[in-house]
């Protein structure tokens, strides 16, 4: 495995090595001790989660407050721009976003440590997403930022409006948002 630093300290962008034949391809998708023995990292994982998004939809921005997950996010399915935004108020890097387009075809991984809020657009016809996370879902823990918040400045490669859930449409600004201290 291949790990890159990203513009966020934490952020990393992950690249498994891939054995491919006339046959197809193999992988290990995810790996505790090599992916600890590379990032330095010695994450538990709890829980899997698996999305389908149709074109132009829009997920996030998502944190939990009091319960916070990492997240090793992949697709399995068509390509998406993945977001992570540093929601750390004490962090030198606060409001700070890196996006990078993970793709069934790219293989790579997205790890977003605790902290930080996380989105993603479907870019394609549609996208699979799979994500594991440190921490299971507490709804009352749950918490999002909207979208288009300018104070952040995500640069959406959008063609209109996306398709975001009622949840994300009247989500807070980050001003007004519980966020990390």
């Known amino acids: 495995m291949q790990?890159?630093?990203?513009?966020?300290?934490?952020?990393?962008?992950?690249?498994?090595?891939?054995?491919?034949?006339p046959r197809g391809f193999f992988f290990e998708s995810f790996n505790a001790r090599a992916f600890r023995d590379a990032t330095g990292i010695d994450a538990v994982f709890v829980q899997d989660n698996h999305s389908r998004s149709a074109r132009n939809v829009l997920r996030g921005i998502h944190?939990?407050?009091?319960r916070p997950q990492g997240k090793l996010v992949r697709v399995v399915s068509g390509r998406v721009l993945d977001v992570a935004i540093d929601l750390r108020r004490s962090s030198k890097q606060f409001r700070?976003?890196?996006?990078?387009?993970?793709?069934?075809?790219?293989?790579?991984?997205?790890?977003?440590?605790t902290g930080f809020g996380h989105a993603f657009l479907a870019l394609g016809d549609s996208a699979e997403v799979?994500?594991?996370?440190?921490?299971?879902?507490?709804?009352?823990?749950?918490?999002?930022?909207?979208w288009s918040d300018p104070s952040i400045g995500i640069t959406w490669p959008l063609q209109g409006l996306p398709a975001v859930s009622d949840k994300?449409?009247?989500?807070?600004?980050?001003?007004?948002?519980?966020?990390f201290d």
């Open 168 to 179: 994300d449409a009247c989500a807070p600004l980050l001003e007004g948002a519980e966020l």
């Open 130 to 146: 799979l994500y594991k996370t440190t921490d299971y879902w507490y709804g009352e823990h749950d918490r999002s930022i909207l």
């Open 63 to 66: 944190y939990q407050v009091v």
């Open 96 to 113: 700070r976003w890196v996006g990078v387009e993970l793709s069934a075809d790219n293989r790579r991984q997205l790890w977003i440590p």
């Open 3 to 21: 790990v890159h630093s990203t513009d966020l300290d934490g952020v990393l962008l992950l690249e498994p090595k891939v054995f491919s034949d």
